[in-house]
């Protein structure tokens, strides 16, 4: 059992959590993240470590579906019932000649602070590139400022600042020159696809961080298998950072839609409870 020593909704659908796990939070590396059930019966999720400070791990997460929903209804002092990790490759942090652009879009903004905090710590040169939907679903703007040398956001519907998406801000950085020597993106896999084509002709090495659907997160049932540069790998081992221009984002789009069916009855099942009980 693993109590929640911290709960806040950041901003609409998307919550701040932190737990008390020390074997993970003392072990954790950017990069990696941690296998949850929010109760015995209940399925395993994959959540990305946020940040880890001495006993607890903070997840940044969405509610998408069931489980995201049921982890939201707890509060702090509760308990889910297992946390697994630290699970994954960690990032891969050097120091470079060049600027190091690390994009989070949506929830995936929360992933890339460690990463931006290892490299800024090996004296890169850090251009961070935050996108939400709308102004009122960004997050951590201070934090992200208070760390990177310089931050672009954008919003898709222009409520704050650039309007466009997260490969608008990258083209204005590619358009003024600047010496670009990696490229790391998190977040829904469309924007990432769309990032890796934006810096293949430009032949700048590109990071993704993939979110396959996981059950075991540590190899041994191959749910989370990727193909990558026509290669099979397991995300919850080899990843889940790959090089992107090598990723075959249509296989990744295709799995991802494996159990729609099966969510959206129980998401539906659930909707109906609620309104069933708000009616009486
Ligand atoms: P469901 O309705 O069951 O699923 C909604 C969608 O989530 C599905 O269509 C599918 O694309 C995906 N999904 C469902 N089950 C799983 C599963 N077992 N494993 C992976 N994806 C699944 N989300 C966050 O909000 N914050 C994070 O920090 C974060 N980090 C992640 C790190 C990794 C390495 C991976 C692989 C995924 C991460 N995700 C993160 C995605 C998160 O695991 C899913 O949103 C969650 O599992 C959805 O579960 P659900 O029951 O609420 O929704
Ligand atoms: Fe089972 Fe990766 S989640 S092999
Ligand atoms: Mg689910």
């Keep these: 059992m693993f ?16 737990f008390s796990a020390p074997f993970v939070a003392r072990n954790a590396k950017p990069g990696q993240f941690f296998i ?7 399925e395993r999720i994959p959540l990305t470590i946020a940040d880890y400070e001495k006993d607890e791990i903070t997840a940044i997460f969405q509610t998408v579906g069931l489980t995201t929903y049921l982890l939201s209804y707890k509060d702090v002092g509760e308990y889910v019932s297992d946390i697994v990790g630290p699970l994954g490759t960690p990032s891969e942090i050097k120091k470079y000649d060049g600027s190091v652009v690390i994009i ?3 929830v995936g903004i929360a992933p890339i602070y460690p990463i931006v905090r290892e490299f800024k710590k090996l004296g890169n040169k850090v251009i961070t590139i935050l996108g939400a939907r709308s102004k009122n679903l960004l997050f951590w703007e201070e934090r992200f400022k208070n760390l990177a040398d310089e931050v672009l956001i954008t919003t898709d519907d222009g409520s704050y600042v650039i309007k466009g998406f997260v490969t608008d801000a990258l083209k204005i950085l590619i358009d003024r020159g ?5 490229v790391t993106a998190i977040g829904p896999p469309i ?11 430009y032949n700048i090495k590109t990071i993704v961080s993939l979110n396959s659907i996981m ?53 539906n099942y659930l909707e109906e409870k609620r309104r069933i009980l708000n009616a009486n």
């Design 36 to 42: 949850l059930r929010v109760y015995e019966k209940g």
């Design 104 to 106: 989070g879009g949506g």
């Design 191 to 201: 924007m990432m696809r769309n990032v890796c084509n934006l810096t293949k002709p």
């Design 215 to 267: 059950v075991d997160g540590t190899g041994m049932c191959g749910v989370c298998r990727v193909e990558v540069g026509n290669e099979t790998k397991l995300t919850c081992q080899d990843g889940p950072e790959f090089d992107g221009h090598l990723v075959n984002f249509e296989l990744l789009f295709e799995r991802l839609k494996m159990y729609q069916a099966e969510e959206k009855m129980i998401m």
């Design 3 to 18: 109590k929640i020593t911290y709960k806040e909704e950041i901003c609409p659908t998307i919550f701040a959590m932190k």
């Design 178 to 182: 600047e010496k670009i020597s990696q």
